[in-house]
């Protein structure tokens, strides 16, 4: 196996195989390696729709080896290391790896052990999450016959940050059709300030939330799980943490009056999300512990011919894989500058995602928006006949369980730009 590539792409999602797809159309004569175990790639977006009971799991998977770009060598193995100093890739089976430059993009992982008792209430099915096994959601959905149903997510970035409260909406419409909404009582206890950070579309979800009764709690991060007992504790973001207790053995007690207690019959949580560990282990992160790179080029600060994207990247914008569809291009622009002796100048990326928020089986809001929260709708929709997506319509639901796979199948994965 050849050691040295012109360009070496670490993950296989979204972001690694279109960057190599679209890298390739441009230069064909790339020697290019993506890094990655994963013997399978899922399409993620359609999990909250798996967790609902409106789509199958097995329709959101495909083979890593069917997606990688011909003329791409695909390393079946895990990073180690990154030493940038001496453009080295360490991978955990031994190999050292040499590039000319890097593009950094391995998505992120779960880390439960940030929320006290979260794994274990996960390993004893008392939480479900659409980010750890979707198809379990929709059976806990389905046994459930009323009570006392929470919704909620951490108080760190994670994918999609509208998908929380995409299943929370179905889930009230699904307990209709059941005939239990009237023995459920459902909240939302999150620990932002509003229900999205886009204002058109907060307006929408607003009265989505008024219609399925829900009990909206801003200011609350989950801090602590009791899986026997069925409680979930919340630390209110607005109260001051300085008055907290450090016990002889490292841990905190926080005040009683900072702290919310709430029982629950069923608890559907966002685990927490980080970097992976070779990432954070690295001096490519910055102070928050994601990749440190330029808000618009996405090239490294430090080292000029590393280049990341994705949902490693410390981007103030949501973590979806439409902000990936235009991160992409920009990085393959700037690469394909560098490797003609020209500076990375192109800085087009202003943030741009989108998140398709669900609000029942059949309709759907879709929030497009930039660093600025500035509402985008693209100009496209008007072809569907969608002329205010920032309120539910029926067609963009089509667009997000037929259209949206579609085009990640056949176009995004291939290079094309959609």
Same mark, same amino acid.
């Given at each position: ?38 013997? %399978? ?25 069917? @997606? ?23 991978? %955990? ?56 149903? *929470? ?28 005939? #239990? ?33 829900? &009990? ?9 799980? &009791? ?39 069923? @608890? ?11 990432? $954070? ?10 990749? &440190?790179? &330029? ?40 690469? #394909? ?9 192109? $800085? ?49 639901? *089509?667009? $997000? ?18």
């Amino acid at each position: 196996m050849k050691t040295h590539y012109k360009v070496i792409i670490i993950g296989a999602g979204t972001a690694g195989i279109m960057t190599a797809a679209q890298l390739k159309k441009k230069n064909q004569d790339l020697t290019i390696a993506i890094i990655d175990a994963s013997e %399978q790639h899922y399409y993620q977006p359609a999990f909250t729709l798996v967790g609902a009971g409106a789509y199958d799991k097995k329709n959101t998977i495909r083979k890593t080896k069917d @997606l990688i770009p011909k003329n791409v060598q695909w390393i079946r193995d895990w990073v180690g290391e990154v030493d940038a100093q001496r453009n080295l890739v360490y991978t %955990q089976d031994g190999l050292q790896l040499t590039y000319e430059y890097l593009v950094v993009c391995p998505g992120l992982v779960n880390d439960l052990s940030l929320i006290e008792g979260l794994q274990d209430a996960v390993d004893k099915g008392v939480v479900c999450s659409n980010y750890i096994d979707p198809e379990y959601t929709w059976k806990s959905l389905q046994e459930f016959e009323g009570g006392t149903a *929470i919704f909620t997510q951490p108080n760190t970035p994670i994918k999609c940050g509208g998908a929380p409260q995409k299943i929370m909406y179905l889930a009230c419409e699904y307990f209709r059709k059941k005939g #239990i909404d009237k023995e459920t009582k459902v909240h939302f206890p999150i620990p932002g300030s509003v229900i999205f950070g886009v204002k058109p579309i907060a307006e929408t979800l607003m009265k989505v939330i008024e219609r399925n009764d829900i &009990d909206f709690k801003p200011f609350h991060n989950p801090i602590k799980i &009791d899986a026997d007992q069925r409680k979930v504790y919340f630390k209110k973001m607005n109260m001051p943490s300085n008055n907290c207790i450090v016990i002889s053995d490292g841990s905190v007690t926080i005040p009683d009056k900072e702290v919310i207690e709430m029982s629950f019959d069923f @608890l559907h949580l966002a685990p927490p999300q980080v970097a992976p560990q070779f990432v $954070k282990d690295s001096k490519l992160v910055n102070d928050a512990g994601w990749l &440190d790179v &330029d808000l618009n080029s996405l090239q490294h600060r430090k080292y000029v011919n590393i280049f990341g994207l994705g949902d490693v990247a410390g981007l103030p914008t949501a973590k979806t894989g439409a902000a990936v569809r235009k991160q992409v291009p920009i990085v393959v622009d700037n690469i #394909i500058k560098l490797l003609q002796g020209d500076m990375a100048t192109n $800085k087009d990326y202003l943030g741009y995602s989108s998140c398709p928020l669900v609000t029942g089986y059949g309709k759907m809001v879709l929030a497009e928006f930039n660093y600025k929260n500035e509402f985008i709708p693209d100009p496209k929709l008007k072809q569907m006949l969608i002329f205010n997506s920032d309120k539910e319509h029926w067609r963009l639901w *089509i667009l $997000k369980k037929h259209l949206l796979p579609y085009l990640y199948w056949n176009k995004m994965m291939k290079g094309e730009q959609v």
